[in-house]
């Protein structure tokens, strides 16, 4: 189904490729599902702030982004005044600041992550929870690429083994040219990294000092949302390439 209703405007005020489109669309449908191409879109749009009255949602349509985003553990109101697009300042309103400083939530929102990394940590990152957040998003990971590979090892070694050269499991290119071997084997070294510095500190201590800074917590979360973004690049590739 063709996501009629997103004008060129609108995706280039998203900033994505109709790959990465139809890739969010699944993650959302799958996440919190059901939920329709169409739909998926018009949440993606309301995540970046866009007003989405302007593109000819019915009101009856905003309800449903409001349901749709309830669902996911967001609120779904939009505020009038907050419609441009992510990259731009946003007038914060007073539900958006304590003491002028940002909530966590807002911090949390304005790095739109990953939608697996959205799940598993903004509930407990919003909370405080700084250490549990990080360790549980970096899990997430882990038992991600254990469901793709079909691999039961652990930590390092399953990242090592899921991206290997030599016998790969999970891979985003057909890896022929240096520049596409080089990509596969900085993400394994990326996943490794992920697991040593964030999975197993994270889950040997109750409260572990680094990350009790929100900031890198924030980066933290950053970096395993992208390595997610990563894993749906290799879906992408076995999909076009059983």
């Known amino acids: 189904m063709e996501p009629n209703r997103l004008s060129s405007d609108l995706q280039a005020r998203l900033g994505i490729s109709r790959t990465t489109l139809w890739r969010r669309c699944r993650e959302l449908d799958k996440l919190h599902g059901p939920m329709s191409l169409q739909e998926a879109t018009w949440v993606m749009a309301h995540e970046a702030r866009l007003n989405l009255k302007r593109y000819g949602l019915t009101e009856a349509e905003l309800e449903r982004v409001r349901t749709l985003r309830s669902r996911m553990g967001v609120s779904g109101e939009q505020a009038p005044e907050v419609v441009i697009a992510p990259r731009m300042r946003v007038r914060?309103?007073?539900?958006q600041t304590v003491d002028g400083q940002p909530t966590p939530a807002v911090l949390f929102d304005s790095r739109f992550f990953h939608a697996a990394v959205q799940k598993s940590s903004r509930k407990l990152f919003v909370g405080g929870h700084l250490t549990e957040a990080v360790r549980r998003t970096s899990q997430g990971l882990v038992n991600r690429v254990k469901k793709l590979s079909g691999l039961s090892v652990d930590g390092q070694a399953l990242m090592s083994k899921a991206f290997s050269t030599e016998k790969p499991y999970l891979?985003?290119?057909?890896?022929?040219?240096?520049?596409?071997?080089?990509?596969?084997e900085g993400a394994r070294f990326l996943m490794m990294g992920a697991v040593a510095a964030f999975r197993n500190p994270c889950s040997h201590e109750d409260r572990w000092p680094p990350v009790e800074d929100a900031a890198l917590a924030l980066e933290a979360l950053s970096l395993v949302s992208l390595l997610h973004r990563l894993l749906d690049r290799c879906e992408s590739y076995r999909a076009e390439n059983p």
């Not at 891979?171 to 596969?184: A, F, V, Y």
Request: aromatic residues 0%; proline residues 6%; glycine residues 0%.
């Open 92 to 95: 914060p309103t007073t539900d």
């Open 171 to 184: 891979q985003m290119s057909c890896l022929k040219t240096e520049s596409e071997k080089d990509e596969h």
